[in-house]
């Protein structure tokens, strides 16, 4: 198997375009800030033994269309793809527990992001100015969902939220003036969420 990818291994590599492990290379880890700047890297492919993407592992990889890391992923760093502008699509995660602050934050052409049942924490800023981001649905475990978790998504239309969250931040669903956010579980707004959490122009549904 392959050793760890070091930290700022990769870092601003402008002529790395596109990298895919075979099958076989067993890569478990890649390190904070392994691929951070490499403006021309484009595609990315682990195969499906990757458990840790360190902290803006892949962060300002603006030409960054597809990466895939299969779906034994147990930790994210917080801002791993932030600015991957031209981020269109993205393996599932299903071992994850947490989203940290700033994930996917400026992944502006980000259209889907399937979250794991296993998730319990949507981080603060974590899905920010995703502007094609048109639908979400937050699983059952989500607990807390930080502080501009959604801001901006202005062409989110569906955001179904079937957990009952213990925590919802000020500005989570800032500027999402198209979406409808339903709740499957809770039937009204909890004390300690935050007053401003959601746009005025929001439609929020509420179980029955």
Not at 128 to 143: E, F, M, N, Q, W
Not at 178 to 192: C, E, G, H, L, R
């Amino acid at each position: 198997s392959l050793p760890p990818i070091g930290n700022e291994c990769f870092m601003n590599c402008k002529d790395l375009r596109g990298i895919i492990f075979r099958g076989d290379a067993e890569l478990k880890v890649i390190g904070d800030k392994a691929f951070f700047g490499c403006v021309n890297l484009y595609a990315f492919c682990a195969g499906d033994e990757v458990r840790k993407i360190g902290e803006n592992a892949f962060e300002n990889c603006r030409s960054l269309r597809c990466a895939y890391f299969g779906g034994g992923v147990e930790k994210v760093g917080h801002h791993a793809f932030a600015s991957c502008g031209n981020l269109a699509s993205m393996s599932a995660f299903a071992a994850l527990t947490e989203l940290p602050r700033g994930t996917f934050s400026g992944c502006r052409s980000l259209q889907t992001m399937p979250l794991p049942g296993t998730l319990e924490k949507i981080d603060d800023d974590c899905f920010g100015y995703c502007a094609s981001l048109t639908g979400i649905d937050i699983p059952d475990k989500v607990a807390y969902i930080g502080r501009g978790a959604f801001a901006d998504c202005r062409a989110l239309t569906q955001a179904v939220i079937r957990s009952k969250p213990e925590f919802i931040g000020k500005n989570a669903f800032r500027n999402c003036d198209k979406t409808v956010i339903t709740f499957t579980a809770v039937k009204k707004q909890s004390k300690d969420w935050n007053g401003q959490w959601a746009d005025k122009r929001c439609t929020i549904n509420y179980a029955k």
